[in-house]
C-alpha cells in the first residue's frame, strides 16, 4: 500500500484536511481519512469545530456599523471630553 492510501493520518494531515474541506477542495479521500481520523482524535474535533463555527462567523457576520457622520461625532465629543480634563 503507497503512502497515499493510508487509511490513518497524522494530526497535521488531518488539520491539513480539515482547512481544505473548509474551502471545499478537499479530495474524497481526504474527506473519509479527516472523518475516520476524528472519530479517535479529541484535538483534532476540536480543530474542527473551531473551524466551522469561524467559517459560518465569517459568511455570516452579525455586525453592525455605525456610519461616517455618526463616528465623526462621537470623535469630537470625546475629543472635548478629554481637553475639560
Not at 492510501?5 to 480539515?18: E, L, P, Q, R
Not at 461616517?68 to 475639560?84: G, P, V
Amino acid at each position: 500500500m503507497s503512502k497515499n492510501n493510508k487509511i490513518f493520518v497524522s494530526c497535521t494531515d488531518a488539520n491539513h484536511f480539515c482547512d481544505k474541506n473548509q474551502y471545499k477542495e478537499a479530495t474524497f479521500w481526504e474527506k473519509v481519512k479527516l472523518n475516520i481520523h476524528l472519530i479517535y482524535c479529541k484535538a483534532c474535533r476540536k480543530y474542527s469545530t473551531t473551524n466551522n463555527k469561524l467559517t459560518k462567523l465569517v459568511k455570516n457576520p452579525k455586525v453592525i456599523s455605525i456610519d461616517q457622520s455618526t463616528k465623526d461625532m462621537m470623535k469630537e465629543q470625546l475629543k472635548k471630553k478629554m481637553s475639560e480634563g
